[in-house]
């Protein structure tokens, strides 16, 4: 089992920033890529950006050029910097996990954290 906590949403003004952390606990050796989604209201949740162990990264179009994640594998967190941040981006945050063991891989989610960019 792992677990995801996320931290770091709230409201701010377009062009602000905002960072999001998430840190993971329990089985986190199996960890590998890791990631950040986002739901806005009546619409399907959708990739953010991902980055896998090594490092290597893909961002949503939408967001290129404006977020950066990274991540610290010996404190197994992932972190979303967001950077000029526009209404369109109000959802709520999710961080993801996708554990592999052998031929499995399983998908964890964290709960989620409000991010509001008022115009």
């Known amino acids: 089992q792992v677990q995801l906590v996320e931290s770091g949403g709230g409201l701010v003004q377009t062009g602000r920033s905002l960072r999001l952390s998430c840190a993971a606990s329990g089985s986190i050796s199996g960890i590998n890529a890791m990631g950040w989604y986002r739901q806005a209201p009546g619409k399907q949740r959708e990739l953010v950006a991902t980055?896998?162990?090594?490092?290597?990264?893909d961002y949503a179009d939408s967001v290129k050029d404006r977020f950066a994640i990274s991540r610290d594998n010996a404190k197994m967190a992932v972190y979303l910097q967001m950077n000029s941040l526009k209404p369109e981006d109000t959802a709520v945050y999710y961080c993801?996990?996708?554990?592999?063991?052998?031929?499995?891989?399983?998908?964890?989610w964290g709960q989620g954290t409000q991010v509001t960019v008022s115009s």
């Open positions: 980055i896998t162990r090594d490092g290597s990264t």
């Open positions: 993801h996990a996708r554990y592999t063991f052998g031929p499995a891989a399983f998908d964890y």
